[in-house]
């Protein structure tokens, strides 16, 4: 069964930065897509990268810039540095993944680590 643990979020004033990981339990092998989403309060859901299991790397807008995702595929840890942070970057951040290559969508989901950006 897979499981995905986000650590590394946490409080930051503007401009600041913060790195956020994701470890996969439960994978053997490297054939395997993940996706950092995260949840303002009050809005939906959104994507904000993506890798696929090739190394292929997908930003989307809302931090596209602004974030650096890498995956060391030999420990099953994908980590999003994230930089000059925004008090709209407020947000709990989720770890998704699912066993394809590339994401369609995502079976599998963390518990989310909490992002707090103060002006």
């Known amino acids: 069964q897979v499981r995905l643990q986000e650590s590394g979020g946490g409080s930051v004033q503007t401009g600041g930065a913060l790195r956020l990981s994701c470890l996969a339990f439960?994978?053997?092998?490297?054939?395997?897509?993940m996706a950092w989403f995260r949840q303002a309060p009050g809005k939906e859901r959104e994507r904000i990268a993506a890798?696929?299991?090739?190394?292929?790397?997908r930003y989307d807008d809302p931090m596209k810039g602004r974030i650096t995702l890498s995956k060391d595929n030999a420990k099953h840890i994908l980590a999003l540095e994230m930089n000059r942070l925004k008090p709209e970057d407020t947000a709990m951040y989720y770890c998704?993944?699912?066993?394809?290559?590339?994401?369609?969508?995502?079976?599998?989901w963390g518990q989310g680590t909490l992002v707090t950006v103060s002006s």
């Open positions: 998704a993944s699912d066993s394809e290559s590339v994401c369609f969508e995502y079976t599998y």
């Open positions: 439960g994978y053997t092998g490297s054939t395997y897509c």
């Open positions: 890798i696929d299991s090739d190394g292929t790397i």
